[in-house]
């Protein structure tokens, strides 16, 4: 099974500021199937990225997602007060699929 | 758009089988590029993967080793739902499940999730 690390696990920020995000897998990921997610108390998680670097429908440009192999990382540049939430990112190269733990974007 | 909207009982008791069903619109469950998965997530366990259903010329399930032997999905095409049912649940199993619709297995569209509660 496929360990995802995700860092840091708290990122205190502003708006306007740009987040960095970091997914590292246990092993290398095939063909970059590797996915970001969104999440907001109480919501179920909304996907942003997948294949590592396409943005699923409706997400605007400022995600961005790279990176291949075992490091991976999404940026949110110029943030808006509805980024913050918690963000996970997902292996589906290899069953079973995995998810990270989890990067909280909160306010600074 | 697709749409799933989970049902299902969120309090129970250890040693009982949770059950919950997802009904779907905007797709089907015969659909030849979907799968129907149900994850769940817990401040312990974080987001894990529990199963999934798909049919590609026939039906296929796939289960998560974590609970192999006590999971069953089931499909109820006539009403283009899914089921899952998990058994002997324990406080372990106390978690937010969600369905969601797998597409190359990343997961593009979530049910709105349902907390169970397992207690002595």
């Known amino acids: 099974e496929i360990v995802l690390t995700q860092s840091p696990g708290t990122l205190s920020l502003s708006p306007g500021e740009r987040a960095t995000l970091s997914c590292r897998a246990s092993?290398?990921?095939?063909?970059?199937?590797l996915a970001w997610y969104q999440q907001k108390p109480g919501q179920a998680p909304r996907l942003l990225i997948y294949?590592?670097?396409s943005r699923a429908t409706g997400i605007p440009d400022r995600f961005t997602g790279y990176g291949s192999g075992t490091d991976f990382t999404l940026t949110i540049n110029r943030l808006e007060p509805e980024d913050f939430a918690v963000y996970f990112c997902?292996?589906?190269?290899?069953?079973?699929?995995?998810f990270g733990q989890g990067t909280k974007v909160e306010f600074k | 758009q697709v749409q799933l909207q989970q049902s299902g009982p969120g309090l129970m008791k250890t040693s009982q089988t949770l059950s919950l069903t997802c009904a779907i619109s905007?797709?089907?469950?015969?659909?030849?590029?979907?799968?129907w998965n149900w994850i769940r997530q817990s401040p312990s366990r974080g987001l894990e993967w529990l199963g999934r259903?798909?049919?590609?010329?026939?039906?296929?399930?796939e289960y998560a080793v974590s609970v192999k032997g006590r999971i069953t999905i089931t499909t109820d095409t006539s009403n283009n739902q899914f089921s899952l049912y998990l058994s002997s649940v324990g406080p372990e199993d106390t978690a937010v499940y969600y369905c969601?619709?797998?597409?190359?297995?990343?997961?593009?569209?979530w049910g709105q999730g349902t907390l169970v509660t397992v207690s002595s």
């Open positions: 969601a619709r797998g597409i190359y297995d990343f997961f593009d569209f």
């Open positions: 905007g797709n089907t469950l015969s659909s030849n590029s979907a799968t």
């Open positions: 259903t798909y049919y590609r010329t026939q039906r296929f399930n």
């Open positions: 092993q290398s990921v095939n063909s970059r199937y």
């Open positions: 294949g590592a670097s």
């Open positions: 997902q292996q589906y190269g290899s069953s079973p699929w995995t």
